[in-house]
């Protein structure tokens, strides 16, 4: 049976619960101990996958097909642990199983409350998977006081009580604030913030407190005593260069010891911490740097892509070297000429994304690194362009287009050279899909194999011609353009393995230019580089070597 730690937050939000849950995670597997990090959102959509990424962020996609938060990414980032569809639980979710059970009877005519039957639902949620890991480790979005939060604290509050004693730990995070005119750290927010969270049943057994300052030990003990904790888990909490310091930081002020002195784990196995030891030494000491233009639509937030900005940081440590990346709004290029703005960087990546907005300026993008020879990854909607542009311009499709696009628009204007897919085969059974169907998981989504061409580029990257990789996309390049587009000199170079459906693309004599149709940022890792990224940034540096 495992032990369960639940990280709860308060005083403000964004304070790194998601970062402080996989660090610990990790610190947890360097002991020797097997893992598995959940996270509980209490906002009612029943997944973030219709939200606005300016409203939420990226959406992490997961092996079986679930589109879930962006802090699952920092999870799997962090301990390897490829995260499921039981990993990401909504309010959304839990009601729309409750009522479902309703409708079919299975409460037997009972009156439906949220105790106890959205609680025990949130509790089965929580509970799955329990026999197969040592530690499971559970976020609950938002922080403690918050309306929706409510049945969700209610519900570990219950698990706590239903597991044997010493199964369950708390660990809440919250804030110091620094006043400048007074030269103080101030605990109060804490201590209100702990109060609140004993308020509804739950102690922490652990504080994690941010403080851009340093934290002195009487003002630890000032928390421990009014927040009855042990003053050796009241931990510090600092800002950081980069978020892979967070591992070696957690371990030096003692937070894997405090977690597992609540368990009362003793003597605990001393921790392995080279992996991380390895990372943080290819950060500090990077011997250059490139600079890599992200082209895209979302650029105004960069957690829209999070795992973009992260994989080809994962790049640079596979050829220690620092990566500059940098956001270019891809809607300047449909007014401007892109070759001042790209002209100095080493390589350019055009990103996913959906909808029209910004799309004419990602195919000149893709046409600029072409013609110039600059290193090129597109991703998703970025190998999508790459296909329209190279039809428009090498092929002679003039109006090539998508579907996508003449749907938003109510009318036809493109020959659709990518078109909005309808079927398509998932493990043993087949998919249909209408454009009228709702838009919450109906996409391509989760992992799907490819069968790379040898002698391709690709292949060469991967060091393999079978690749398993994750979608998110309801559009797929059409099939019929594959002739004309390859007599141009556009190769296929990765096919569906029925051969149906184009999963990469890449251009013979170009240097570096590939795109593909899935996301492969979404499983590279700090200690495990994704081979295309680490072939990215290779490229990049070798195009930086001839400026």
């Not at 879930?68 to 490829?82: A, I, K, M, N, P």
């Not at 299975?106 to 509970?127: A, C, F, M, R």
């Not at 976020?139 to 049945?151: K, R």
């Not at 709702?438 to 391509?444: A, E, H, N, P, Q």
């Amino acid at each position: 049976m495992a032990r369960y730690v639940f990280i709860t937050g308060g005083v403000v939000s964004s304070l790194g619960k998601g970062l402080a849950s996989a660090a610990l995670g990790a610190l947890l597997q360097a002991r020797g101990f097997s893992v598995r990090l959940r996270k509980l959102d209490p906002y009612l959509n029943v997944d973030p996958g219709t939200m606005s990424p300016f409203e939420h962020g990226e959406v992490f996609v997961t092996d079986d097909g679930a589109e879930t938060d962006l802090d699952l990414g920092h999870y799997e980032r962090f301990t390897g642990v490829s995260a499921r569809k039981t990993d990401s639980i909504s309010s959304g979710r839990i009601y729309t199983n409750v009522l479902e059970k309703e409708r079919r009877g299975e409460y037997l005519g009972k009156t439906i409350q949220v105790i106890p039957h959205v609680t025990n639902e949130i509790k089965d949620w929580i509970s799955v998977g329990d026999d197969e890991v040592d530690f499971m480790l559970c976020e609950i979005g938002g922080t403690v006081g918050d309306i929706e939060g409510l049945p969700f604290f209610e519900a570990i509050r219950q698990f706590a009580q239903d597991r044997p004693r010493g199964q369950v730990i708390f660990m809440h995070l919250t804030l110091l604030p620094y006043l400048a005119a007074s030269g103080e750290l101030k605990t109060k927010p804490t201590q209100h913030s702990v109060k609140e969270l004993r308020s509804i049943g739950l102690q922490p057994d652990v504080l994690v407190c941010r403080s851009e300052q340093p934290i002195p030990d009487k003002e630890r003990a000032k928390i421990a005593l009014f927040c009855n904790v042990r003053p050796d888990a009241v931990i510090p909490a600092y800002d950081l260069k980069s978020i892979y310091e967070a591992p070696l930081a957690y371990h030096r002020v003692g937070l894997d010891q405090a977690v597992l002195d609540a368990f009362g784990i003793s003597p605990a196995p001393k921790p392995d911490m080279s992996r991380w030891e390895d990372v943080m030494d290819r950060l500090d000491n990077a011997e250059g740097e490139v600079r890599v233009a992200i082209v895209g639509k979302y650029v105004q937030l960069e957690d829209a892509y999070k795992s973009i900005a992260e994989a080809l940081t994962h790049g640079g440590m596979a050829n220690r070297v620092r990566v500059k990346a940098e956001w270019i709004d891809a809607e300047i290029f449909e007014h401007e000429d892109p070759a001042p703005y790209l002209e100095n960087y080493h390589a350019i990546l055009v990103p996913g994304g959906f909808g029209e907005r910004g799309t004419e300026g990602k195919i000149r993008a893709a046409q600029f690194a072409r013609e110039k020879g600059v290193p090129y990854l597109g991703i998703c909607l970025g190998m999508q362009m790459a296909v329209i542009e190279a039809a428009r311009n090498l092929a002679g499709v003039k109006d090539a287009g998508s579907e996508e696009f003449d749907h938003e628009a109510g009318k036809k204007r493109f020959t659709p050279v990518v078109y909005h897919l309808k079927e398509w085969v998932q493990g043993n059974h087949r998919v249909e899909r209408k454009v009228t169907d709702d838009k919450g998981g109906t996409m391509r989504l989760g992992a799907y194999s490819a069968a790379l061409k040898e002698g391709s580029k690709v292949a060469e990257v991967y060091g393999s011609t079978d690749i398993e990789e994750r979608h998110r996309h309801r559009y797929e390049v059409d099939i019929k353009y594959r002739e004309p587009l390859e007599s141009c000199g556009l190769t296929f170079s990765g096919m569906s393995p029925d051969g149906r459906l184009p999963e990469i693309v890449e251009h013979k004599g170009h240097p570096w230019f590939i795109g593909v149709q899935f996301h492969p940022e979404l499983k590279s890792k700090p200690f495990a580089p994704h081979p295309l990224f680490a072939g990215f940034i290779k490229a990049a540096l070798e195009q930086s070597r001839l400026v």
